[in-house]
């Protein structure tokens, strides 16, 4: 039986280019031609905030079509499929660490998905600005405080400072 772990903000840490890297390279093996790009998205890719010690990779496909079939491929490489994006055009998987504990999320999104430009453009203008990173910092640090964990509350705080980033990109 797996514990569910609280999870906390952390510094920064080299070694999660170092994972993402390695990551990579396993979903590039798996999905062959039908691969075009992945990206290191989520606070883990900005070293000036704060983060869960959690990969998350954007991975860009040419087609959605038979990528379900590699899931046996996806599960040796210890990524599962998870229906937490169930209906919004992506697959979703996570690999986690023995004891339950998440280690990498990954998108995976067709290569049309509009998505992908939002993703990009909220990393580069939150690695580009102290200041959005610090506000973005204090904000999480604020909804875990009030609401003691990850969580629906949690995430709506976040997917709100996320829009009014997006707001200034267009």
């Known amino acids: ?3 569910k772990k609280k999870m906390t903000l952390e510094a920064s840490s080299p070694l999660w ?24 998205i989520g606070s883990t890719a900005v070293p000036a905030v704060k983060a869960r010690p ?8 040419h ?21 937490m994006f169930q209906g919004k055009k992506r697959l ?24 992908i430009g939002e993703y990009l453009d909220f990393i580069r203008h939150l690695g580009g600005s102290s200041e ?9 640090d604020r909804l875990l405080e009030q609401h003691g964990d990850f969580n629906e509350e949690y995430s709506a705080g976040k997917s709100i400072f996320f829009k009014k980033v997006q707001s200034t990109c267009k």
């Open 17 to 40: 280019e170092d994972v993402y890297g390695i990551e990579k390279g396993r979903i590039a093996k798996i999905l062959r031609s039908n691969f075009i790009a992945c990206y290191h």
């Open 1 to 3: 039986m797996t514990t």
């Open 92 to 115: 979703f998987y996570i690999h986690s660490a023995k004891d339950g504990t998440p280690l990498c999320y990954l998108h995976i999104i067709e290569k049309t998905s509009a998505i």
């Open 132 to 140: 959005l990173a610090s506000e973005y910092d204090q904000i999480r």
């Open 63 to 83: 087609t959605m079509k038979g990528i379900t079939l590699f899931n046996n491929e996806f599960e040796q490489f210890g990524f599962v499929q998870s229906d």
């Open 54 to 61: 959690i990969i998350d990779m954007l991975c860009v496909v």
